[in-house]
């Protein structure tokens, strides 16, 4: 547990490693904080990329939460994928591994064309405590997610994912993208994305071109919201 009070007008920093869930909880020996006063919690990802999980301050007229749970990592940086690089399978975002190789970032071979396919599996044991997920992706170009066959978000990419799609924009530079993702699709038909026991997250990235991008800058991590 980290316990400080920290003065007006100064930059603190403090490091921690935590390997399980943490609750933030924000006190003042005032109703509010000073103005411009925050705090930010970072994950180290390497020297040079970090990865924001929570900014709040403290003002009891705001209504603001002085609580915040933040979830452990499901999936970590630097995990162990499986791949598919060069098409498109059919239902290749389910748990059919097969054709499939493992690897991990900085590690996954190059792409023949624009095409590059990652999945892995992650549990859940209690979906009801469970209200959406937190994916951080490194991308450049274009990139579709979808979580036990459902399609929950997408970015610069049109119409069916095919061999032959490309991303429609890009990056001025590479970084780790965060999402917010629901458990739950509201619609006409509303549709559960996540439940009980295993569920498989699929990521696909594209390029913009068959040539601009066949090495593989892939990452990514996954956290659960309460």
Not at 14 to 32: A, F, K, R, W
Not at 68 to 87: A, C, N, T, V
């Amino acid at each position: 547990a980290l316990d400080n009070f920290e003065n007006a007008n100064e930059d603190v920093v403090h490091y921690q490693c935590v390997e399980n869930d943490m609750y933030v909880s924000l006190i003042g020996s005032t109703p509010y904080w000073d103005k411009g006063s925050t705090i930010s919690i970072y994950h180290v990802i390497s020297k040079t990329e970090e990865e924001l999980l929570y900014r709040s301050r403290f003002d009891s007229y705001a209504d603001l939460p002085t609580v915040q749970p933040l979830r452990k990592f499901m999936i970590d940086h630097d995990e162990e994928w499986f791949y598919h690089m060069g098409s498109v399978p059919d239902n290749w975002t389910g748990n059919n591994i097969t054709s499939w190789e493992k690897g991990s970032h900085g590690n996954f071979p190059d792409s023949t064309n624009q095409i590059q396919l990652y999945k892995k599996t992650f549990t859940i044991d209690s979906v009801e405590q469970v209200t959406g997920l937190v994916l951080s992706v490194r991308f450049l170009f274009g990139c579709v997610v979808y979580v036990n066959g459902i399609e929950v978000w997408r970015n610069h990419v049109i119409g069916d994912l095919t061999s032959a799609s490309l991303s429609t924009e890009t990056y001025s530079e590479l970084t780790y993208h965060t999402i917010s993702l629901p458990g739950r699709i509201v619609s006409e038909h509303s549709t559960t994305v996540i439940h009980n026991g295993a569920n498989v997250i699929a990521i696909a990235i594209l390029a913009n071109s068959t040539s601009t991008q066949r090495v593989s800058l892939f990452d990514a991590s996954l956290r659960l919201m309460k």
